[in-house]
């Protein structure tokens, strides 16, 4: 199973997701894999009917999520109906296709819970 990795700036501590080559805030370049984590919350999210080339789900839901420790993601969710709040956990696999090559990433799919 692949794990989300985020990034943390080793000289002002700022965390951040996708990878950047420096720090956005100091622009340092000693930065560190962090775990996120398997579960974050939905922030918000958009529905998307005129979706990117290639991609299947239609309507789309793109989200922003955050982890525990703070981190923001930008990522489809794999839901018809999502709620914001709601937990969800980053899982890879295929995003959209383009020119015949499926492009995988991470999506983000609601947590189930078991029912007691
Ligand atoms: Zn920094």
């Given at each position: ?17 996708p ?51 703070g ?46």
């Amino acid at each position: 199973m692949q794990k989300m990795t985020g990034f943390k700036c080793e000289k002002c501590g700022k965390m951040f997701y996708p990878k950047h080559a420096r720090c956005p805030r100091c622009g340092s370049l000693e930065l560190k894999e962090i775990d996120l984590g398997n579960e974050c919350t939905l922030m918000t999210y958009t529905k998307l009917f005129a979706v990117p080339e290639g991609v299947e789900q239609i309507p789309l839901l793109l989200g922003i999520v955050e982890f525990k420790n703070g981190v923001r993601a930008l990522g489809q969710i794999v839901a018809e109906e999502v709620e914001i709040g709601a937990t969800l956990q980053p899982v890879w696999g295929p995003l959209r296709k383009v020119h015949g090559k499926t492009v995988s990433g991470f999506k983000f799919e609601p947590v189930k819970r078991k029912l007691s």
